[in-house]
């Protein structure tokens, strides 16, 4: 049964290390976009991809919207899925990861209850594109944007924040898959070998 969650997929980056558009790049022979399309319809009521490039995604089933507020990354990105979301939370993840998987995702929606942000926490650090959050987020999101601060975690003190410690999911996901982003040739290059090798 679908959730009653919006998935937004944030497709709006310059690509510029990667050189081609980092969502169509075929991973295990689907693109990366398609792969986390397909994962989001099974879990969630909606899906809206946030994107400046609306025509190679016309063919998924997606509401397909430009960003409200221009130039601001990720942030505005954010901003925008969550303010067309027809529900009150939603589930965001970049479109460069392709290995997000059900079970993590399904594990951070199990914890929402009461949250305005649910964000796994890896050795990495905080994992805000790979996140739940709450329509309670965007006036805190506008003022960080008004402030001219561009990284999500700057509103986080701003709302209630829950955070999922690596070692409360990483049973779901041993090889810590789910935070895989391809940004650059030779990070598709090893990611491209690693999905042989297995």
Not at 30 to 49: D, K, M, T, W
Not at 63 to 84: A, E, H, M, S
Not at 149 to 166: S, T
């Amino acid at each position: 049964m679908k959730a009653d969650l919006t998935g937004i997929i944030l497709s709006g980056g310059k690509s510029s290390r990667m050189g081609e558009n980092k969502a169509l790049i075929q991973i295990e022979g689907a693109p990366i976009i398609r792969r986390i399309h397909s994962l989001f319809e099974r879990l969630f009521g909606e899906i809206i991809i946030v994107t400046d490039q609306s025509e190679p995604f016309s063919d998924l089933n997606a509401k397909i919207y430009p960003d409200l507020i221009p130039n601001r990354g990720v942030l505005g990105g954010l901003y925008t899925g969550l303010f067309f979301s027809s529900f009150w939370l939603s589930f965001c993840v970049a479109s460069d990861m392709p290995f997000v998987k059900e079970s993590v995702v399904k594990y951070l929606v199990k914890n929402a209850r009461n949250y305005d942000v649910v964000v796994p926490r890896t050795e990495d650090g905080l994992q805000p594109l790979h996140a739940i959050y709450s329509k309670n987020c965007l006036d805190p999101i506008k003022r960080i944007i008004e402030e001219r601060k561009y990284k999500i975690i700057d509103f986080y003190p701003m709302v209630r924040v829950k955070i999922i410690e690596e070692s409360d999911f990483l049973s779901l996901d041993p090889m810590r898959e789910s935070f895989i982003n391809v940004n650059t040739p030779e990070e598709l290059s090893l990611i491209t070998k690693r999905s042989k090798s297995f």
